[in-house]
């Protein structure tokens, strides 16, 4: 048969560059040794979701550790699933996390020799390196209808075979040149197939970066390399875009690894060199004792949005990946309380083999360190940008008091410099955790345990007395007045010694103060939470704890 007749039938194209020519335009990229090139590639779907982000970190950390080259190449091969400003939302998502590309899709950098970095406009390359395939008898035309091709699948189902298109269930795969011709003539859709010499009893082994030596047995399946509509499909397109993207090492998804042959034998029709391949495991969850995959359906966290309106802190989700994608990061980090994550000897052959377990209760801790080690400047501006993005109206306005917020902020967050507190988790729950500062939004359920002639006495008598200039000791002192006037041990251990004597002791009477004016027995420093307010809110909030004070029974 005429190859090139044949070629030239089914590609007719007149603009495409001969093969060679992009080994030209396309050169391999001028790095230092052991510099990798590596790349995330998503559909531009929209959706980008913590195993995306978990992947391009160990691409990111992967190219930045080698002084590589991490770049963006949107594989939109398949039209209906685009979704408009898709692109930019994975940049803009995963620049959130502190994760940049070097070059690639929509990245404005001098770096992008490589491109175009979106598949639909590298047409001609897919073209031409189909085109040549055909000459070489490597790959050929297939007229099977949907319906021919699910009629052998139901076939191969009943004899219990491996489905697809091989052997003798390759039907195109022999067509004479008459019958290629007859069909062209009645302008009969079709695919273009590679024309597979692997077979499945050979075994070969191959070296994946993270899995280590696995066996791989050889592809026998004519797979389609470009569709009816003239796109390639997924695994053409990767061998050639890895290939002249130049990517050194390709980092995805477990759930590629049965395609690996197909890649495999792929990269040798074409001449190429393949790429080191390093398949990561997927993201597991513990569910009811079992260890299962996240699920876009039933897992909301598995939503890169879920972190960003809960308000973890991004670098503590980063971390927290940092720790499940290798797993002495976390030793470092303690030896190394106050390096950056990027300092880490990040290397992708120590990535778990299996099954990581992704812990949200992990994740929470290390927000509230980081958190803790934000000044309270840095503390306003990471809640404010939540507050401005999530919040209600009402936390949106108390953030444009940065003051008061940050006199808050160091109480609640403890002395800087000494052991911090980490009272704050994400965003969300930090902005309700101060928002009884706020006057418009504090409405207490007062749950007083005294009795209610002793709030009343114990909130009329403190209040009297209350002078904002007191310092702890003084501001103590008159608590413990307030104690004793009403019937209560000034010293806890009195009330220890000899409890029958006194209602009560020195603290409950701290807690019905606290309670009138936090809303809550438990809160920082009450002498600083009432200095922070001023007088005239504090004995506003006593006053109004006394009116309508829902205490115990009186007695
Ligand atoms: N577009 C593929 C995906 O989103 C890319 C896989 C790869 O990284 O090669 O799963």
Same mark, same amino acid.
């Given at each position: 048969?005429?190859?090139? +007749?044949?070629?030239?039938? =089914?590609?007719p194209?007149?603009?495409?560059?001969?093969?060679?020519?992009?080994?030209?335009?396309?050169?391999?990229?001028?790095?230092?040794a052991?510099?990798?090139?590596?790349?995330?590639a998503?559909?531009?779907?929209?959706?980008?979701?913590?195993?995306?982000?978990?992947?391009?970190?160990?691409?990111?950390?992967?190219?930045?550790?080698t002084?590589?080259?991490?770049?963006?190449?949107?594989?939109?091969t398949?039209?209906?699933?685009?979704?408009?400003?898709?692109?930019?939302?994975?940049?803009?998502s =995963?620049?959130?996390?502190?994760?940049?590309?070097?070059?690639?899709?929509?990245?404005?950098?001098?770096?992008?020799?490589?491109?175009?970095?979106?598949?639909?406009?590298?047409?001609k390359?897919?073209r031409?390196?189909?085109?040549?395939?055909i &000459?070489?008898?490597?790959?050929?035309?297939c007229?099977?209808?949907?319906?021919?091709?699910d009629?052998?699948?139901?076939?191969?189902?009943?004899?219990k075979l491996?489905?697809?298109?091989? @052997?003798?269930?390759?039907?195109?795969r022999?067509?004479?040149?008459?019958?290629?011709?007859?069909?062209?003539?009645?302008?009969?859709?079709?695919?273009?197939r590679?024309?597979?010499?692997?077979?499945?009893?050979?075994?070969?082994?191959?070296c994946?970066?993270? +899995? @280590?030596?696995?066996?791989?047995t050889?592809?026998?399946?004519?797979?389609?390399?470009?569709?009816s509509?003239?796109?390639?499909?997924?695994?053409?397109?990767?061998?050639?875009?890895?290939?002249?993207?130049?990517?050194?090492?390709?980092?995805r998804?477990?759930?590629?690894?049965?395609?690996?042959?197909?890649?495999i034998?792929l990269?040798?029709?074409?001449?190429?060199?393949?790429?080191?391949?390093a398949?990561?495991?997927?993201?597991?969850?513990?569910?009811?004792?079992?260890?299962?995959?996240?699920?876009?359906r039933k897992d909301?966290?598995?939503?890169?949005?879920?972190?960003?309106?809960?308000?973890?802190?991004?670098?503590?989700?980063?971390?927290?990946l940092?720790?499940?994608?290798?797993?002495?990061?976390?030793?470092?980090e303690?030896?190394?309380p106050?390096?950056?994550?990027?300092?880490?000897?990040f290397?992708?052959?120590?990535?778990?083999?299996?099954?990581?377990?992704?812990?949200?209760?992990k994740?929470?801790?290390?927000?509230?360190t980081e958190? !803790? +080690?934000?000044?309270?400047? &840095?503390?306003?501006?990471?809640?404010?940008?939540?507050?401005?993005e /999530?919040g209600?109206?009402?936390d949106?306005?108390? /953030?444009?008091?940065?003051?008061?917020?940050?006199?808050?902020?160091?109480?609640?967050?403890?002395?800087?410099?000494?052991?911090?507190?980490?009272?704050?988790?994400?965003?969300?729950?930090?902005?309700?955790?101060? !928002?009884? $500062?706020?006057?418009?939004? $504090?409405?207490?359920?007062?749950?007083f345990?005294?009795?209610?002639?002793?709030?009343?006495?114990?909130l009329? =008598?403190?209040?009297?007395?209350?002078?904002?200039?007191?310092?702890? !000791?003084?501001?103590?002192? +008159?608590?413990?007045?307030?104690?004793?006037?009403?019937?209560?041990?000034?010293?806890?251990?009195?009330?220890?010694?000899?409890?029958?004597?006194?209602k009560g002791?020195?603290?409950?009477?701290?807690?019905?103060?606290?309670?009138a004016?936090?809303?809550?027995?438990?809160?920082?420093?009450?002498?600083?939470?009432?200095?922070?307010?001023?007088?005239?809110?504090?004995l506003?909030?006593?006053?109004?704890?006394?009116?309508?004070?829902?205490?115990?029974?009186?007695?």
């Amino acid at each position: 048969m005429d190859l090139k +007749k044949l070629a030239n039938a =089914l590609i007719p194209d007149e603009d495409l560059l001969p093969p060679e020519e992009y080994e030209k335009i396309y050169p391999p990229r001028s790095l230092p040794a052991g510099a990798e090139v590596t790349r995330l590639a998503p559909s531009p779907t929209g959706f980008i979701h913590l195993g995306n982000l978990y992947s391009a970190l160990a691409d990111e950390r992967t190219a930045h550790t080698t002084g590589g080259v991490f770049y963006l190449r949107i594989e939109d091969t398949d039209e209906k699933r685009k979704v408009e400003g898709a692109v930019e939302s994975v940049i803009r998502s =995963l620049r959130y996390f502190g994760i940049n590309f070097d070059e690639g899709a929509e990245i404005v950098s001098d770096l992008n020799a490589y491109g175009p970095y979106y598949q639909r406009q590298r047409a001609k390359i897919y073209r031409s390196y189909a085109k040549k395939l055909i &000459e070489e008898g490597k790959a050929y035309p297939c007229f099977c209808t949907e319906e021919e091709l699910d009629k052998v699948r139901e076939e191969q189902n009943a004899e219990k075979l491996v489905t697809g298109y091989y @052997g003798k269930y390759a039907k195109c795969r022999n067509l004479s040149e008459e019958e290629i011709y007859s069909r062209l003539a009645a302008d009969k859709p079709f695919v273009i197939r590679l024309r597979s010499s692997g077979d499945v009893a050979n075994k070969t082994s191959f070296c994946d970066a993270i +899995k @280590g030596d696995i066996t791989v047995t050889e592809n026998d399946q004519d797979v389609v390399i470009l569709k009816s509509d003239g796109i390639p499909t997924y695994h053409f397109a990767h061998a050639i875009d890895d290939h002249f993207m130049r990517t050194t090492l390709v980092i995805r998804g477990e759930e590629w690894l049965s395609s690996l042959p197909i890649h495999i034998e792929l990269f040798k029709v074409l001449g190429f060199k393949p790429p080191r391949y390093a398949h990561t495991c997927s993201l597991m969850k513990m569910d009811g004792g079992t260890k299962r995959k996240l699920s876009k359906r039933k897992d909301p966290e598995l939503s890169l949005d879920y972190y960003r309106k809960a308000g973890y802190y991004p670098r503590a989700v980063v971390k927290y990946l940092m720790t499940i994608l290798n797993s002495d990061f976390e030793e470092w980090e303690l030896k190394n309380p106050l390096a950056d994550y990027r300092d880490f000897p990040f290397r992708i052959n120590k990535m778990g083999k299996s099954g990581a377990l992704f812990d949200l209760d992990k994740l929470s801790d290390i927000s509230r360190t980081e958190i !803790s +080690k934000l000044s309270e400047e &840095e503390c306003y501006e990471f809640l404010k940008g939540w507050a401005d993005e /999530f919040g209600s109206p009402a936390d949106k306005a108390h /953030f444009e008091d940065k003051e008061y917020i940050v006199k808050i902020l160091a109480l609640v967050m403890g002395t800087s410099g000494k052991k911090r507190r980490k009272d704050i988790e994400r965003a969300e729950q930090g902005v309700n955790l101060i !928002s009884y $500062f706020f006057d418009d939004v $504090f409405s207490p359920e007062y749950g007083f345990r005294a009795a209610r002639e002793d709030v009343e006495k114990a909130l009329s =008598l403190f209040a009297a007395d209350y002078d904002p200039q007191d310092d702890n !000791s003084a501001w103590f002192s +008159k608590v413990k007045k307030v104690a004793a006037a009403i019937g209560y041990a000034a010293e806890t251990s009195e009330y220890k010694a000899n409890p029958q004597a006194y209602k009560g002791s020195v603290s409950d009477v701290a807690e019905i103060l606290r309670i009138a004016v936090t809303g809550s027995p438990n809160s920082p420093d009450l002498c600083s939470i009432m200095k922070i307010l001023g007088k005239e809110r504090t004995l506003r909030r006593l006053e109004r704890a006394a009116n309508t004070a829902e205490g115990g029974a009186r007695s």
